[in-house]
């Protein structure tokens, strides 16, 4: 290893430098602070010196290594003439991995080296497989997105927010049209979050295109969803899930709940006109021989719009542990604005409340305006 040493007293230089070829190492020296600055442009894998050198302190040149993210994990050592307070203070300040007090001892100069060395090596190995999980994690983040978000269109009415609580979202948002124009919408909240719980949208997501495409009725999709992950989810994994047909001509709503909050009707006086909470188990608990598929239908007259969210929106907490609660969801609908789109008033509301705290689950907010 190729060692930086900055050592004022020669005879300590002559020392440390014979401890280090003896160790199989590569020692170069420099005379003072900007001479230690300089000379990182080489890339020593270690740096030794004096706290008190000439010029620029080795506090100051400590502190300047580190605050470069190259030299991070690059051990810094100081040699202190004492444990006083003061120097205990500037230490602590400058980001140095270790000290040696004087006077040097050649053992304690082995060990130390040794040590920090290994430590560094562990952070290498450590960025190194942390770099390769970012990059297989953008891939198959990547490969999700393009898995699951398939719609070959936006639907100008329709709105969709998300915030997720790790690298993969474990709610899943999806649309499709059948080929009569009628608009099938799903709205799952997998169990738990990141990418275990995003794991079972590539199967609904599948199912759900597929069936919607060929004009398969609501309950038909439930039912094949629902049978999906009752065989491949473990005990203790489903999804609760909000499906939802729209006809064509905007004038009927046909719905199933399956353990979200409530289907929100929201009408043109910003006045809560329908509340459809959930009537049935989550997909993947129940044998698909004993599962519920009723299905409600509500008219859309005089409906601005509908509004559905996961457990995450209402669920989420502000920095001092309160809950944003279905009564600020509905508060924010209800709230005379400037901004007569509802979807618009909630996400404010949610992100004003939230206040740049991550959620500890995933938040989805889906708001259809009918025209």
């Known amino acids: 290893m190729k060692i930086l ?26 005379h003072d602070g900007q001479a230690v600055l300089t000379a990182m442009q080489e890339k020593p894998d270690m740096v030794i010196m004096d706290a008190e050198l ?9 502190r300047q290594i580190k605050h470069n993210d190259k030299n991070k994990h690059k051990p810094v050592v100081l040699l202190m003439p004492t444990q006083g307070t003061t120097a205990w203070a500037r230490f602590s300040d400058c980001g140095a991995d270790d000290f040696i007090e004087l006077p040097l001892l050649p053992h304690i100069i082995k060990a130390k080296v040794k040590l920090l060395l290994h430590i ?6 450590l960025d190194a497989s942390h770099r390769h999980a970012e990059q297989e994690i953008r891939l198959a983040k990547h490969m999700f997105d393009s898995i699951t978000k398939r719609q070959p269109q936006e639907v ?21 049209r059948t080929p009569e124009h009628h608009l099938h919408v799903f709205l799952g909240d997998f169990t738990g979050h990141g990418l275990a719980a995003a794991m079972g949208a590539l199967p609904v997501s599948d199912i759900f295109f597929a069936m919607t495409r060929n004009g398969e009725p609501l309950e038909e999709i439930i039912a ?4 999906k992950l009752y065989d491949i989810m473990p005990t203790g994994k489903f999804c609760a899930a909000v499906f939802m047909r729209l006809e064509a001509d905007y004038s009927r709503l046909e719905f199933w709940n399956g353990g979200l909050p409530p289907i929100l009707l929201v009408d043109r006086q910003h006045k809560i006109a329908g509340n459809f909470e959930s009537a049935h188990l989550p997909l993947g608990i129940v044998d698909p021989a004993e599962f519920a598929l009723a299905t409600g239908s509500v008219e859309l007259s005089g409906i601005h ?33 400037k901004d007569s789109c509802p979807f618009n008033r909630v996400k404010s509301s949610a ?13 989805s907010l889906a708001v259809i305006n009918i025209n």
């Open 5 to 30: 040493l900055a050592l004022t007293d020669a005879t300590d230089l002559d020392m440390v430098r014979a401890v280090l070829l003896a160790e199989g190492h590569d020692p170069c020296t420099a």
């Open 54 to 62: 000439t010029g620029i302190s080795g506090y100051e040149c400590c």
């Open 120 to 125: 560094s090596e562990l952070y290498h190995r």
């Open 156 to 176: 100008d009415f329709l709105h969709f927010w998300g915030l997720s609580a790790g690298h993969f979202c474990g709610d899943l948002f999806i649309f499709e």
């Open 224 to 227: 094949a969803i629902n049978h």
């Open 305 to 337: 719009s509908v509004v559905l969210c996961s457990d995450g929106l209402i669920e989420a907490q502000n920095a001092v542990g309160e809950c944003y609660g279905e009564e600020r969801l509905a508060q924010a609908l209800t709230r005379n604005s």
């Open 351 to 363: 992100l004003h409340f939230l206040e740049g705290l991550e959620p500890h689950d995933d938040v």
